[in-house]
């Protein structure tokens, strides 16, 4: 346990906070005077429950989420929401419009496709998802049953800096898997939100859903029970065993976020670390950022030497220095710096200092 | 740490041998050097696949599972997998027949019927789900996809003791969740087996899936790519972010499992545990086991004392003794204890005694 550890800058799972990480060690045997671990709780027993609900309890106070909306605890992570999500909202009209800003909108796209009319309201791929298209670029049908959109892009460094505006009735779904709990949502403008929990909220295994109430009840006929919201709802999250481990460990971070400050404490956080980056790129004649300035993610930090083999030598440098994980998505390369709220000022200005030091030794 | 742990028989999420929650508290903060925990681990660093590898290696080597068999860890349950056996396994003929031991198993023969042509083999339900049907009163169609049961039935305390028989080209589906590595399969026989893992082999989070690669890649069109076997078995369970930190407790378990002896020593502590209790049942003229002889389940034993009240005070009284969770399913009332895998002797021991001096206080 005394171990050094590293600064961790994964992308998904990711850090995570060490004095949580000492609180659940410190109980993983014997849950506050249980007699066992929070891992050999029954769903229902009334240790669990109270895990469970304060957990929700606290996940709705510090997004200010309004009554009309359900929390879920479910699994499957966002790829099962991206076939969740149609199944159950698109009956409205048959209909749903999607903006592809990256690899994940895209596969949400392609996943819709088998249960309606999917058109694409606007693409970046044309500039290899480097941007966020602006509100003018975006052509939404005015039957559409929703619109979607990934709220943060963690391959490409791309954030939405803005809320989309729709027609009149056409609600908005999100993915906000990368950049929930670093800022407040307009719910009214949300049918659905969802995030799989492994980079803002706890460890893998567990996805929160953000469901308003007035769209459930209408999944396609052929919808398993298990992606059917209204289901989740109606069993609130128990309709099975949900991954209780998880669900325990981010009401230990949620606690963790509200003790820092909430959502205010999190977005100067993020400006801070994300700040430090940028700025080190925006001084620096070694790195280029990818994602146009004023798309830039404050939770992915992209950028490349131009030098795959400089790029190398910069990973292997930084995890001698123990700043691990700061290589690209395998599927573009170069570097990714993932800041997420857990992420200390003290880590990310070890990966400045870094990040400077390579560039001065050449 | 040090405070006295229970003697804990919930039916699941469910005990987990101490020392395997030893050696995770232990390495909760650094695992093995890495300076992070397994729930900060990129699903694709070398650390995580290494425990990933190991764990379904193990688990391969314990359950005897053939190379023409997949291991996949997935997420949502035995209740998802109600849907996905369906979804990919029905298309063969379009109909599939499904025994009706309890309520796991109508549950899955209902969300079968959203997919196909269903038929009821046999069911218990006459005789509210004592008994597990025999051979001879199976009626299986020579034109079914698959045959499906549920091996163990955790609210009504009934194991099947046989392997069905099916017509040629009929293979076995299984809902194992409950009698999972606690006796061999004759892999032979199944297409599919799963289970969810929070009973016999993790905490929940996970859901373990054996399917036969002969099966696969005929899923219904609409089938969302987090259901379709093909997809699963093509991502090696990773076509998204898996339940990192449950997949790494089910390494640590199946380890445990190995160094006990492997499946025969379960199989030889099930006999043990559930003879402990079954015996005080039959001598005892206060207890009324729930499942006739020759269908109980070695991991469930479900009784009655025919009086509610009685009930009530032997639970209460069990929980002042350090015995917890010994209360029957809500839908069923009376007593259930649960004696998994890592249900000790002296923990069954230590119920049976107590059977035993509750009936002689009166």
Redesign the interface.
């Given at each position: 346990?005394n171990?050094?550890?590293?600064f961790?800058f994964?992308?998904?799972?990711?850090?995570?906070p060490?004095e949580v990480?000492?609180e659940?060690?410190?109980?993983?045997?014997?849950y506050r005077?249980?007699?066992?671990?929070v891992?050999?709780?029954?769903?229902?027993?009334k240790a669990f429950l109270s895990i469970f609900e304060e957990t929700k309890d606290t996940l709705r106070r510090l997004m200010k989420v309004p009554e009309d909306f359900e929390i879920l605890f479910l699994?499957?992570?966002?790829?099962?929401q991206?076939?969740?999500a149609p199944?159950n909202l698109i009956t409205r009209t048959g209909k749903a419009d999607y903006a592809i800003t990256g690899s994940f909108a895209g596969k949400a796209a392609d996943?819709a496709k088998?249960?309606g009319d999917i058109a694409i309201a606007a693409s970046s791929k044309e500039k290899n998802h480097t941007y966020i298209p602006a509100q003018s670029e975006l052509k939404i049908r005015e039957d559409a049953s929703y619109f979607y959109y990934c709220a943060n892009n963690t391959i490409y460094g791309t954030e939405w800096q803005y809320t989309p505006q729709t027609p009149a009735g056409v609600p908005l779904v999100a993915d906000m898997s990368s950049d929930i709990l670093t800022r407040y949502v307009d719910w009214s403008k949300y049918a659905l939100v969802f995030a799989?929990a492994?980079k803002n909220m706890a460890?893998?295994?567990?996805t929160v859903v953000f469901i308003n109430k007035n769209y459930i009840g209408h999944a396609?006929?052929?919808t398993?029970?298990?992606?059917d919201y209204a289901a989740m709802v109606k069993g609130d999250s128990m309709?099975?065993?949900?991954?209780?481990?998880?669900i325990y460990?981010m009401g230990l971070i949620m606690k963790w976020v509200e003790k820092m400050g909430g959502i205010e404490a999190m977005e100067a956080r993020k400006r801070q670390r994300s700040k430090l980056l940028y700025d080190v790129i925006d001084r620096s004649s070694l790195y280029k950022g990818c994602a146009e300035k004023d798309s830039r993610s404050f939770m992915n930090v992209t950028f490349v030497t131009g030098d795959p083999e400089i790029d190398k030598r910069f990973i292997a440098g930084a995890k001698e220095a123990?700043i691990?994980?700061v290589n690209g998505h395998?599927s573009v390369g170069g570097m990714r710096a993932s800041i997420y709220n857990a992420m200390s000022i003290e880590g990310t200005q070890a990966l400045a200092d870094y990040m400077v030091e390579f560039e001065k030794r050449g």
């Open positions: 346990m171990e050094k550890r590293v961790n994964a992308a998904g799972p990711s850090a995570i060490e990480l000492a659940a060690g410190a109980e993983i045997m014997n005077g249980s007699g066992m671990s891992m050999e709780m029954s769903h229902r027993s699994q499957g992570g966002a790829t099962l991206f076939a969740m199944m996943e088998k249960y799989g492994q460890p893998a295994g567990v396609l006929p052929y398993p029970v298990m992606l309709h099975n065993t949900p991954p209780c481990w998880s460990m123990g691990e994980n395998r």
